[in-house]
T-cell receptor
């Protein structure tokens, strides 16, 4: 199993550009989520999905869109990048509810918005 | 607001020392997780707790639900234990984890 994969590993965007961060898992996990990690702050939930076709907002959803058309893939779209979105982004998955099942994290995407 | 507080923020230890990292939280929870973030950035889950104590190798995690406190202990620390250790809580009334800012551990040979 590849586990949770994320692409790209690094990305530099100009303000106003859009892009999609890719996340895929091959463990048949129902629950997938996107977090951002900023210096001096804990991981914060952006969006999550409890299964194909079902998504919901987390703590910091503004400026981001998600969709879940398949169990495997959970892309995160930045609609119009802003410097405040400079961060490290982690995708995670778990078999079901993340409170009772282990979360598996991707390697992260380091995004810089200039 | 910060539901989760970790201490210390930074910790340097000599190889072989016993290490304790603390996590306090302010809300009722259904679960607490301990995570390890490697220097390269990768995050792995170490423990999931809802009560009592768990042990895996040289790592021990405990939780006191009444006192809203958890500890992560590392016995016979080794330089490969150098990492950031993160505490995360899942509130009983919520639908997401809240994460501490992490404890950065450096173990010197």
């Amino acid at each position: 199993n590849a586990g949770v994969t994320q692409t790209p590993k690094f990305q530099v965007l100009k303000t106003g550009q859009s892009m999609t961060l890719q996340c895929a898992q091959d463990m048949n996990h129902e629950y997938m989520s996107w977090y951002r990690q900023d210096p001096g702050m804990g991981l914060r939930l952006i969006h999550y999905s409890v299964g194909a076709g079902i998504t919901d907002q987390g703590e910091v959803p503004n400026g981001y869109n998600v969709s879940r058309s398949t169990t495997e893939d959970f892309p995160l779209r930045l609609l119009s990048a802003a410097p405040s979105q400079t961060s490290v982004y982690f995708c995670a998955s778990s078999y079901a509810g993340p409170d009772i099942y282990e979360q598996y994290f991707g390697p992260g995407t380091r995004l810089t918005v200039t | 607001k910060n539901e989760v507080e970790q201490s210390p923020q930074n910790l340097t230890a000599q190889e072989g020392e016993f290490i304790t990292i603390n996590c306090s939280y302010s809300v009722g929870i259904s679960a607490l997780h301990w995570l390890q973030q490697h220097p390269g950035g990768g995050i792995v889950s170490l423990f999931m707790l809802s009560s009592g104590k768990k042990k895996h190798g040289r790592l021990i995690a405990t939780i006191n639900i009444q006192e809203k406190h958890s500890s992560l202990h590392i016995t016979a620390s080794h330089p490969r234990d150098s990492a950031v250790y993160i505490c995360a809580v899942y509130p009983t009334t919520g639908n997401q984890f809240y994460f501490g800012t992490g404890t950065s551990l450096t173990v010197i040979p």
